[in-house]
């Protein structure tokens, strides 16, 4: 059996062998809820990012909040480092498992507790999935705004821990934005709850604080999320250019002319034409890019915002202009937006999805400097991403059979990340830091913020034991990295100026 080595490197204690920990999760959960045979637990070995992988020697699957509390408190117990899960969507090693330490899935929280139509709101476990929060509040013309692409499969729960966003982010905001309250276990087994169904909570808003948290501060078993009413209207423009780089000053135009859209999307060319034979969404497949701008609210506000939309595309260089005609082909446009990931597979065997956030003004910079990179790594990349707020998703195609593909993919995407920010953007937009990101956290990030960032984790989970060796990275790490650029001139930082 694999030891179970202590995450906080105290010796005092004696490390416990799996077969310890698998006999106390079964004194504490049913048997069918403790896997720990490989055929069992090897469909937990990583998320939606298959770069990492480990096989985590058992999972444990709680039915009720009290399994929750007694897992949580036989992990401090024992010392074992623990790994909640959501639907396992993330892409950014977020729910990686450890492996030495107990995979804990959330997928059978799965309860819509309470629709309140009145206030407004509702209450699901975080098994959820985020479309079936909409599906359930739309009988009573209410909705859940934030849609990962995702949506259809992702979980609420996961949206918390990624702060997750969507297509609709722009206008309506990201998780953070739409949860109103959350309750958690913490490692210690207690039942807290954060934030509150009235307009503000007394005392610190550690709602904020423990939404994009990534599983390092607690285990969520219950949402309060915020509904609003559906729009009586919306449609879509999509806006042709002859390049990436006019498609991006049109983003900064719109936004410059006081135009807040519901969504403003863009794809390059490669992603236009990766997408429009899986979807077949009427893309304008000749263009070198393209926006989905969408309007929303009643008939009269729609019409007039989707003509001065029109108006600064136009004044921006667009090539062409179609307008969606009814709801069939609106939802047609976003089809195919919303399916440009699964898309790559049909293209390449592999693809590096990544998350980086820049200022809306560097756009056209950015992305001109990501088409140069793809000579220099040899590897190709489509854009497809949030414009309106600036969160690139860069998709790099690469072939894992390959080795070396691999490792440029990793190169291409760091390289990425490090423009962003050094053109004063962020590492990541939604997705998350997990695995992924973590070497970048010490370019963006000096050692005494990092030194902050942990000490919060300390006050929620003093012993280290959730979601351990992610997100924040260690002063070795980031000393390692730094000599790696120094030494290693294939990897040294990006230089704009050559952009």
């Given at each position: 059996m694999n030891s179970l080595v202590e995450p906080n490197l105290s010796h005092t204690q004696q490390p416990f062998s799996a077969k310890q920990v698998i006999d106390a999760l079964h004194a504490v959960l049913p048997a069918h809820c403790v896997l720990h045979r490989e055929e069992d637990t090897r469909p937990y070995e990583c998320d939606g990012l298959s770069l990492y992988r480990a096989l985590p020697p058992v999972v444990a699957l709680p039915e009720t909040e009290e399994q929750v509390i007694a897992v949580l408190r036989l992990c401090k117990r024992l010392n074992v480092p623990l790994v909640a899960r959501g639907a396992g969507t993330g892409l950014s090693g977020g729910a990686l498992p450890h492996a030495q330490g107990v995979l804990m899935g959330l997928a059978k929280f799965n309860r819509i507790r309470r629709i309140d139509p009145a206030s407004g709101t509702a209450v699901v476990e975080p098994g959820v999935r985020n479309l079936a929060i909409s599906e359930a509040a739309a009988p009573y013309g209410l909705y859940y705004a934030p849609d990962p692409s995702s949506q259809i499969a992702c979980s609420i729960g996961g949206n918390v821990a990624e702060n997750s966003g969507g297509v609709h982010c722009l206008k309506y905001g990201l998780t953070v934005h739409n949860v109103l309250r959350v309750r958690v276990v913490t490692i210690d087994g207690e039942v807290v709850e954060l934030g509150s169904e009235a307009p503000d909570a007394p005392g610190l808003d550690l709602l904020s604080v423990f939404i994009g948290s990534e599983g390092m501060l607690g285990v969520v078993t219950e949402i309060t999320v915020k509904l609003i009413p559906k729009p009586a209207c919306a449609q879509v423009i999509m806006a042709s250019f002859s390049s990436a780089e006019a498609a991006g000053q049109a983003v900064t135009d719109v936004i410059a002319a006081g135009i807040i859209p519901a969504g403003l999307e863009m794809m390059d060319r490669q992603a236009v034409q990766m997408v429009e034979p899986f979807v077949n969404a009427g893309y304008d497949v000749s263009a070198q890019a393209i926006l989905l701008c969408e309007?929303?609210?009643?008939?009269?506000?729609?019409?007039?915002?989707?003509?001065?939309?029109?108006?600064?595309?136009?004044?921006?260089?667009?090539?062409?202009?179609?307008?969606?005609?009814?709801?069939?082909?609106?939802?047609?446009?976003?089809?195919?937006?919303?399916?440009?990931?699964?898309?790559?597979?049909?293209?390449?065997?592999?693809?590096?999805?990544?998350?980086?956030?820049?200022?809306?003004?560097h756009l056209a910079r950015v992305l001109g400097a990501i088409e140069q990179m793809e000579d220099e790594f040899g590897l190709r990349c489509a854009n497809v991403f949030h414009a309106g707020d600036g969160n690139l998703h860069p998709l790099i195609l690469f072939d894992s059979n390959k080795p070396d593909e691999v490792e440029r993919a990793e190169k291409f995407g760091a390289a990425i990340l490090e423009l962003c920010v050094q053109v004063g953007g962020t590492l990541t937009g939604e997705h998350g830091v997990g695995m992924e990101k973590i070497n970048q956290m010490c370019v963006q990030f000096t050692r005494d913020e990092l030194d902050a960032f942990l000490a919060v984790k300390r006050a929620f989970d003093p012993p280290g034991l959730l979601n351990p060796e992610k997100v924040i990275p260690t002063l070795a790490r980031c000393a390692e990295y730094g000599k790696m650029h120094v030494h290693a001139g294939e990897m040294s930082f990006p230089d704009l100026a050559r952009f």
């Open positions: 309007s929303d609210g009643t008939a009269e506000e729609v019409a007039h915002e989707i003509q001065h939309m029109e108006a600064v595309f136009r004044k921006a260089g667009a090539t062409r202009l179609q307008v969606s005609r009814d709801e069939a082909e609106r939802l047609r446009f976003w089809a195919g937006r919303k399916n440009a990931f699964p898309a790559a597979g049909r293209v390449s065997p592999d693809y590096y999805c990544m998350d980086g956030t820049i200022p809306r003004r």
